[in-house]
């Protein structure tokens, strides 16, 4: 991590969904800087927008994107052709889906799609690029990956699917790679395996990562930084150590305060009141304030903006620690 | 409440006892054979038992493919077991089963996991409950709407969304509609089969809490189902361990989660993620992944202490009082 | 069952009535135009014995072949009679055969493959291959066994269709209970200890029933060409009762110097199409909407 120009620049993003109930702003002047390298977490439960956030980075939210900046390595974005933005995909950013079943073609081969991949990228010929393939398939870890390369998708459980997709994802040598739930729909041993595949890719090729997840167990281990997002916005920002020593933001403290691993056998779990906000009716002012016990009359007016270039900082007008 | 089943009871203090419970799937059943039309035989349970005492909570762990959620719905009815028996305060559930049970609820019931499928959508949370109250006769038809309001309270649903129809509830709302469903009946135990897996961290500590008061309140016997060691650990006062449909670990919750003896039992204590903030260096701490069971022990083709003698599968024994182990190696 | 307390019923009813209200609202334009197409056509039917200005059977040979306008505004045909009195006669019996044709299979092959999707096995191994067999057998032929034991007419093609068409019904239904039996709902109504007959009819069939109801809106439309068609061969409407396929074979032999004899009853033939298929896009549209997840 050093101070060069930021890897990742996303000021002020918003992407709208038009519905037939109306619209609904599903990210709301999100910002985010990133560092070359840098590894980032963000948090939320359903409806906070971190899907869509990383959707709209992609160019792949199906909701009306704006930004007032979103820049890729210094280029912008949005100024970008559409050749430009299909080499920033699989090249400069990759990404990783929550369901590996859905993430590959069942008619195709695991090779197929691997080493077609590896060739548009790489501009390979076949016997090169299915080479290419099987070292990338035996770098996650796939066991005898050159036998296996001809097995299709439904012949591979959901752990090594995953980890095929990470081989897709990496055959481009990417220099960001978002990965969204990547380990939600898998068991606990092979979640672990993931996550520590996943920590290893990112150390061996300095490629920075944000890991998209609703555990903050998950994003405890494989991070350094936290965003914290709620309704479309996000909430608060802080190293991870940070976060969980010194959370400022209400929310943030109910959702440690929620999570089963915080309270011991027999401790009562102290859980967020209230119902997760209608992104339909959301009001003015802080979208937790309906479920904040700090909330005071200030907070149902206007919204608490972040100061996303801060290292610690809550989007809150009544932070827990007045420590910053 | 009537329940012309209630029989004086038998000298036995477990509330629900599975002995030897086993499940098979596949095969050819019936007019098949005559076709010739023979799925291979899976065994998604073999020779469980286990106990739970009255008021007790009982948490069955274990990941995708281990035969829990088979468990739970052989318990209720929903899948028929080849082997063993179930029986609820000494008796056996498969005698009570078929002969005179029309209009009898269920004394066992079951919360699900799925909270936009576990309702039917053309129901209303009032229509939902009202339609189990009447259907068993469980309060006279002129108590029925108090009944309804009363069970909404239990669960902790303002009256107000008597009307609301399921896609009109959020999710945390709909496992509250659903438990207070399988509470209606009167049920003695309930088997919740991942009640909370599918909701957010927020509204899961609300379920949570809410089972938490409910037992002590109602004095329910609970099966709860989960992949998720945390909440097992929380609600439960007894855990089973299962892996590939065959239990490795038994025991007390505070036994089984601080001195696991099962090295299953505790890769998956170690693989779960922790509230620590601190990156992660380790190797995962199990390879491979579960996929059919080998002879001998299941786990031996995982498992880090796995030796020779693994080759023919360990018993469940005890190590001590109430906490059984099948394993060759179990830790001290 | 129970029994349900006077006042309670009107609850009941009241809330049926918000509910329908509710229903309505919520439908797409598509669903109301054709809604409202197909009942201003019905009205028109029934009250063809007012409205009609002629009696549909009368021949008047000092008025033949006039074309459309005056007093006969759809014109008169080879033999005088009025084609707009004729017409609308027709869609009294089109409709109304159409409509028996229809959803008389349908409610028991919805309630057949319903039942044998929910039980699975023996009952849907037999079930299957009824209709497997009913399904292989060529509609015309039955047709022609039928006429042939009873004559040509109306019946035969009921008795032809109530036969053979339940089985689309009950393949449709079937399908959609096996994905609905697995359902946790389905199987928490299981472990409540409900009948099988409560489980089926009261949580199954509800959500199953929806691509029967946007099939059978097609399959009205196609009973009423059957119906032409057939009467068009001979084999159905006997003349001179009014029918529209049987309208339309009757002009053909006068399309080109009174294209009104043909062509009017056709257009009925297509309104009303028309209005059956905008209903079914509708409601295709309707229940994929209540099944798209929250709200």
């Known amino acids: 991590m050093n101070g060069a120009s930021p890897l990742l620049e996303i000021e002020d993003l918003s992407v709208v969904f038009h519905t037939r109930s109306g619209p609904v702003l599903a990210n709301d002047g999100v910002s985010l800087t990133l560092r070359a ?10 409806g906070s927008g971190k899907s869509v956030f990383c959707r709209a980075i992609l160019g792949l939210a199906k909701g009306e994107v704006r930004a007032r900046r979103m820049a890729f390595d210094g280029r912008d974005i949005a100024a970008m052709s559409r050749s430009e933005k299909q080499a920033l995909r699989g090249r400069g950013i990759a990404m990783v889906f929550q369901s590996p079943m859905s993430s590959l073609d069942p008619v195709w081969t695991i090779g197929d799609q691997l080493v077609e991949t590896v060739r548009h990228h790489k501009g390979l010929d076949r016997a090169g690029a299915r080479r290419a393939a099987i070292a990338l398939l035996d770098r996650v870890g796939i066991q005898s990956a050159a036998r296996r390369l001809d097995d299709y998708p439904h012949q591979w459980s959901g752990g090594m699917l995953q980890r095929a997709v990470i081989a897709l994802a990496l055959a481009g040598e990417p220099r960001l790679m978002l990965a969204d739930e990547p380990t939600t729909a898998l068991d606990v041993t092979i979640q672990d395996q993931i996550l520590a595949l996943l920590t290893e890719l990112q150390r061996e090729t300095g490629m920075a990562l944000v890991l998209v997840s609703h555990d903050l167990g998950v994003i405890a281990e494989t991070v350094d930084r936290v965003a914290v997002m709620y309704a479309g916005r996000i909430v608060e920002t802080a190293s991870v150590r940070h976060l969980f020593e010194r959370p400022a933001h209400p929310y943030t403290v109910g959702l440690l305060g929620s999570m089963v691993g915080a309270a011991g056998q027999g401790e009562r779990l102290r859980p967020i009141p209230g119902q997760p906000p209608d992104l339909h009716h959301l009001g003015t002012g802080c979208a937790f304030a309906p479920r904040c016990s700090r909330a005071g009359d200030d907070c149902h007016r206007a919204v608490p903006r972040i100061d996303p270039a801060a290292a610690h900082d809550a989007a809150c007008l009544f932070p827990m620690e007045a420590e910053r | 409440m009537t329940n012309s089943l209630s029989s004086p009871p038998v000298t036995a203090p477990a509330r629900l006892a599975v002995e030897r419970l086993t499940v098979e799937f596949g095969g050819g059943g019936g007019w098949r054979r005559l076709g010739g039309v023979r799925a291979p035989i899976v065994r998604a349970v073999d020779d469980v038992s286990f106990a739970i005492a009255p008021g007790e909570t009982l948490g069955l762990v274990g990941e995708s493919g281990s035969g829990k959620t088979t468990v739970g719905r052989a318990l209720v009815g929903l899948v028929r077991p080849t082997g063993g028996s179930l029986m609820l305060d000494g008796q056996d559930l498969s005698a009570i089963g078929r002969a005179g049970r029309r209009g009898v609820p269920r004394r066992i019931q079951m919360m699900f996991q799925d909270p936009y499928g576990s309702l039917n959508p053309r129901f209303s949370v009032r229509e939902t409950l009202a339609e189990v109250l009447r259907f068993h006769h469980i309060v006279p038809p002129d108590g029925v709407a108090a009944e309804v309001r009363r069970m909404m309270d239990l669960v902790g649903l303002p009256a107000s969304l008597a009307d609301r129809m399921p896609r009109h509830l959020s999710g945390g709302q709909r496992q509250r509609v659903g438990l207070a469903r399988a509470l209606a009946v009167r049920p003695s135990v309930l088997v919740l089969d991942e009640p909370v897996a599918a909701l957010d961290v927020s509204i899961q500590a609300q379920v949570l809490n809410l089972l938490q008061d409910l037992r002590d309140t109602l004095d329910l016997t609970m099966l709860f189902i989960a992949h998720e060691l945390g909440v097992v650990r929380y609600v439960s006062d007894k855990v089973a361990v299962m892996y590939l449909g065959a239990v490795m670990e038994t025991g007390s919750a505070a036994e089984v989660f601080t001195r696991p003896a099962h090295p299953y039992t505790r890769s998956l204590l170690d693989a779960m993620p922790h509230l620590i903030a601190d990156k992660r260096s380790r190797p995962p701490v199990l390879g491979g992944e579960g996929g059919e069971a080998a002879s001998g022990c299941r786990f031996r083709a995982r498992c880090p202490r796995a030796g020779d003698a693994c080759a023919v599968a360990p018993p469940l024994v005890e190590l001590s009082a109430g906490h059984g182990v099948a394993c060759h190696f179990p830790a001290a | 069952m129970s029994t349900v307390a006077a006042g309670e019923e009107g609850v009941m009813a009241a809330g049926l009535g918000r509910r329908l209200a509710r229903e309505v609202a919520s439908w797409s334009v598509t669903l109301k135009l054709g809604a409202v197409l197909l009942a201003l056509i019905a009205l028109a039917a029934l009250m063809a014995p007012w409205i009609a200005p002629f009696d549909p059977e009368a021949q008047d040979y000092d008025a033949i072949l006039l074309p459309p306008g005056g007093v006969h505004l759809f014109g008169t045909d080879n033999v005088g009679r009025d084609i707009f009195s004729r017409v609308l006669y027709a869609a009294r019996l089109d409709l109304s055969a159409g409509f028996a044709l229809t959803f008389v299979p349908m409610i028991y092959g919805v309630l057949i493959g319903a039942y044998a999707g929910y039980r699975g096995g023996l009952v849907d191994a037999v079930v299957g291959g009824i209709a497997n067999v009913a399904i292989a057998f060529p509609f015309l032929v039955m047709i022609v066994v039928v006429v042939a034991v009873i004559g040509p007419g109306i019946d035969a093609i009921y008795i032809s269709v109530f036969l ?27 472990v409540l200890g409900f009948s099988t007959k409560r489980i089926v009819l009261r949580h199954g069939l509800p959500n199953v029933v929806g691509s029967s109801l946007v ?25 001179p009762t009014p029918e529209w396929g049987a309208m339309i074979a009757e002009g053909k032999e006068f399309i080109l110097e009174a294209w009104w004899i043909s062509t009017l009853p056709g257009l009925a033939v297509v309104l009303t199409g028309t209005a059956l298929s905008l209903i079914g896009d509708g409601l295709a549209r309707r229940f994929s909407d209540r099944h798209g997840g929250p709200a």
Not at chain 3, 222 to 231: A, H, K
């Open chain 3, 164 to 190: 053979l068409a339940w089985t689309m019904y009950a393949r449709l239904a079937r399908a959609d209970m096996m994905v609905e039996r697995a359902k946790d709902y389905m199987l928490a109504a299981r």
């Open chain 3, 215 to 239: 099939f059978a809106m097609s399959d009205f439309v196609l009973n009423i060409l059957l119906l032409s068609g057939l009467s068009f061969i001979g084999l159905g409407i006997q003349p």
């Open chain 1, 37 to 46: 390298g840098e590894t980032l977490g963000i948090v939320g439960e359903s």
